[in-house]
């Protein structure tokens, strides 16, 4: 399982961004896919996943402004996130997780992601 996040970068209050993370997963087996973020000094926190039927599920915090999506065609998991927020500044970071259902409820602890990508730092200026 590989994973690899993009789309970081330096914006400003009010900005929207979007992030992209190629996914490499077995076939044949379920999985969760998810972003968690960590900001400077605090702990990791889930902000969205998909599973694998599609259904989305996010963080109290985003939610009206960040969308998770999927193209399977492209194999890759992608997080819209508009109106953002000097607090969403964080390195954010594409997890996957196996999973027995497609239709699996993911889990919003971080610690039980197993698959990891290299985080990709979103900078929100005030």
């Known amino acids: 399982v590989q994973l690899q996040a993009s789309g970081g970068g330096l914006v400003q209050t009010g900005d929207s961004l979007r992030l992209s993370c190629a996914a490499s997963?077995?076939?044949?087996?379920?999985?969760?896919v998810a972003w968690i973020r960590q900001a400077p000094g605090k702990e990791r926190e889930f902000v969205a996943a998909i599973n694998w039927s599609g259904s989305t599920y996010n963080s109290d915090s985003v939610k009206g402004r960040f969308t998770i999506s999927r193209d399977n065609t492209k194999n890759e998991v992608y997080l819209q996130m508009n109106n953002l927020k000097p607090d969403d500044t964080a390195v954010y970071y594409c997890?996957?997780?196996?999973?027995?259902?497609?239709?699996?409820?993911?889990?919003?602890?971080?610690?039980?992601?197993?698959?990891w990508g290299q985080g990709t730092l979103v900078t929100v200026s005030s």
């Open positions: 997890v996957a997780r196996n999973v027995a259902s497609r239709r699996a409820v993911p889990s919003q602890d971080y610690r039980d992601y197993r698959y």
């Open positions: 997963l077995s076939t044949g087996t379920n999985y969760v």
